[in-house]
């Protein structure tokens, strides 16, 4: 597939799968099982793919992928393994990974901001790079919205009996949609849309440092992140 092909492939289908998305409800099955091979065969940056596999619902996929991107400079796909634990309803996870996404965003290591522990130049560097966007990760793709504000959103609505939940629904997933489309531009930038011929330049090195900041990231108080 040339690289034209494959950029009108993936514009496809972000537009055949974004607006139907249904994650302010928990995903049973994907929207398109046979979509599964089709993202995988793009070769896109893996973090345009696992988006992609969490549009089409099909979280077990994605989250093959946001598992080798889950420490600085590789936030995009840590912020899409909140996403994904937002959809799960694993919310404390979810608020855990879009905070240490924000620590990285300001230049500091995840979970010790509070310490003032800055990340290493060149990841730093790294994390707030974007040719044509003078915004960080977290500004471009929540604005002025507080980050976790819509993990609320989906907890709550959620825990609410089906007669409570009036018109709550439409309005979530347009936020949700909203976010995927700011995600997807901010890495299409970034990444280009182009094949990634070897996407573990794309991975996160399991060196002792990444190992420690991995084993320091614990969620809502109650022990090691589940990953």
């Known amino acids: 597939m040339s690289p034209s092909d494959v950029s009108r492939t993936l514009e496809t289908i972000s537009q055949k799968l974004t607006p139907n998305t249904n994650l302010v409800h928990p995903p049973k099955k ?22 992609l596999h969490i549009l089409n619902h099909d979280l077990e996929s994605a989250h093959f ?17 909140g996403v ?34 800055k990340l290493d130049a060149e990841v730093a560097k790294q994390v707030g ?12 793709v929540y604005g002025d ?14 825990g609410k009996k089906k007669s409570e939940r009036t018109d709550d629904e439409e309005g979530i997933e347009k936020r949700i949609r909203g976010e995927a489309e700011k995600v997807l531009a901010w890495c ?16 996160v090195k399991n060196s002792e440092e990444i190992s420690k900041i991995s084993g320091d990231m614990v969620s809502g108080g109650k022990g090691h992140r589940e990953f």
């Open 188 to 203: 299409k930038n970034k990444f280009g849309d182009g094949v990634w011929e070897d996407a573990t330049k794309a991975w």
């Open 145 to 158: 919205d507080e980050p976790k504000s819509l993990i609320d959103a989906v907890e709550q609505f959620r």
């Open 65 to 81: 992928l946001v598992r080798h991107m889950q420490a600085p400079p590789a936030v995009e796909g840590m912020l899409l393994h």
């Open 30 to 51: 994907a929207q398109d099982a046979q979509l599964t091979a089709t993202i995988a065969d793009l070769h896109v940056h893996p973090t345009i793919e696992a988006l």
């Open 84 to 117: 994904l634990h937002r959809a799960e309803g694993d919310f404390n996870n979810a608020r855990a990974w879009i905070s240490d996404v924000a620590d990285a965003c300001e230049g500091y290591q995840p979970k010790h901001k509070e310490d003032g522990q």
């Open 129 to 140: 790079s974007n040719s044509s966007i003078s915004s960080s990760l977290i500004e471009f």
